[in-house]
């Protein structure tokens, strides 16, 4: 059955209808004189409609006569009706071909050349080096091998790294990727420093020589290691630019002192709050008292947020309340006291550690001052950090 339909379709059929009172008789003298039709179906309005070839079409017309039923064509369908159009319009179909070779033609050469990423090498000197390997406006696509021309191209232009070649339509598009030239800047000559005291670690000298070996006690401004010195017995000095590691074993210390009979200040649980706006410089006490009402006291500071703060005006609101504190005297263990100043003692020289060194060890020495009241500790830390600096070495 499908093959049937195309070859209909090739050589043609037409869709008619029949109106009249035998239109089934007329289809039973078409089928039994061996004229075709196909596709018989009722429409609404009673009308019978068909398909039959063109030659059976033409054979019908004397049966139709004798059963007394009109035949009309309703549509042509099939490729020798659309040859017969394309026939009648030969303007547009010799149109047609032309605007179709047109675009073929003109799809298939390279109208535009686009070069991308590149900020130090010319436009110009990347698109001439192109138009010589044959990479210009008007070239066919064809004609083009994109992998080769990004290989060469790479070649002729020695400060691009990398090339990239694509055609997208029309347009040749050439990716690139500059080289990074690095400038090195010719280094000092001189040595490698202490640039403090302490008892050498790790020494070693990437660039140089090496002056002081490990467990050497070392003293600022010495030299680790030598950027001038002489190989073997060679009497000649080399002079370079010294690097290398150096770290050390380097002490701080800090004191601090707690006195075991000392006056200390208790809150009273008495307190009073006053409510501040600031406007710059001065200030507004809108209640609560206007001095501090405790000849001895603490104060705790609150800032509120305002709502038209918000909007720029400079006032602030501040909530003040004020502790009465009284003083008395106190007595603490030597063990309390020791412990307090010994704290404050470590807090102090951690402090003078630098973000680079490494803290190893730490010890603690106690005494008792002359009143008999306060005692010392003193805190020492060792640490363990790089204490190589280079000194340029200034030739006479």
Known sequence: MFLNRIFALFVGYLIIHFRGEWVERFINLCLQSGIPIWDIYTTKNGTVVGKTSIEGFKQ?????????????????RGLPFILSRLWQRTAFVCGALLFITS?????????????????????????????????KPGVWRKR????????????KVPELSWVGVEVKGSCAVIEVVEKKIVVVEPKPIGHVIASK???????VASTGKSMVKVG????????????????DDDAEIRYVHAEGIAEASVWYEASATSARERLARRRTGRTATSEVLVFGDKEIVIAGPQQPP????????QSLPLLWRSLGAPVEHMRRTYFEVEEEWEQVSLEVAQAEAAELAHALAVMQLPSDATMLASSFETQIL???????????????EPIGEFMPLIEE
């Open 60 to 76: 019908m017309r004397p049966v139709a006569r004798r059963s007394g039923v009109r035949v009309r064509i309703l549509k042509r």
């Open 103 to 135: 675009l073929y033609i003109l799809g298939s050469i390279v109208w535009f050349v686009e070069v991308r990423g590149n900020e130090q090498v010319a436009t110009s000197t990347i698109l001439q080096a192109a138009a010589e390997l044959g990479l």
């Open 144 to 155: 083009l091998i994109a992998g080769q021309l990004s290989r060469s191209l790479a070649i």
């Open 197 to 203: 005291a302490g008892v050498i670690q790790k020494i």
């Open 216 to 231: 050497d006690n070392v003293e600022q401004g010495q030299i680790l290691i030598s950027g001038a010195f002489t190989v």
């Open 294 to 301: 405790f000849p001895l006291y603490e104060v705790d500071c």
């Open 370 to 384: 002359s009143d008999n009241n306060t005692v010392q500790v003193r805190a020492i830390i060792e640490a363990i």
